[in-house]
């Protein structure tokens, strides 16, 4: 339990000891003055009649007033929940663009890579196609001079 719970807990127990032990003067009759009249009661029991009603009204105003703040709190736990959703939504949309993104740049990437391999190519064709040329040329050379 809470410390106040244990002290008002305790302090109800000393006041309801304290009046089990006073009962006699608690009930005993006695001349009341309510400013318009005058009512003969025991002064005792009125005011633990008060005490005992003073009480339950700040009972009533801590449970309302405990009740709205829970009311908050559940409310601002919703609002909380639902940004939450909102930001792990975004999250994963760019993880989805992110991913869209990164799959074009491969495919570009692949493009780029067999243009460049078949330009390649082409220019290592050509290169030997000239190599050869240039080999038939000198041996027709080496030829007419070897034969002539």
Do not use: C
């Not at 005993?28 to 025991?42: G, I, K, Q």
């Not at 700040?58 to 919703?78: E, F, N, P, S």
């Not at 220019?123 to 002539?148: C, K, P, W, Y």
């Amino acid at each position: 339990m809470r410390l106040r719970t244990v002290v008002a807990i305790l302090a109800i127990a000393l006041l309801a000891v304290f009046t089990a032990a006073n009962w006699h003067a608690f009930t005993s009759p006695t001349t009341l003055d309510l400013l318009v009249a005058s009512v003969n009661a025991p002064l005792g029991l009125v005011m633990l009649g008060l005490l005992g009603l003073v009480t339950l009204v700040l009972a009533v105003y801590m449970a309302m007033w405990q009740g709205a703040i829970l009311m908050d709190t559940r409310r601002h736990a919703k609002e909380l929940q639902q940004q939450r959703t909102l930001a792990d939504q975004a999250e994963a949309s760019r993880f989805s663009e992110l991913r869209a993104a990164l799959h074009d740049e491969v495919a570009q990437l692949h493009a780029r890579l067999a243009e460049v391999r078949d330009a390649m190519r082409a220019d290592l064709h050509q290169n030997a196609d000239s190599l050869a040329s240039m080999i038939g040329e000198m041996d027709d050379r080496l030829t007419r001079r070897g034969g002539s």
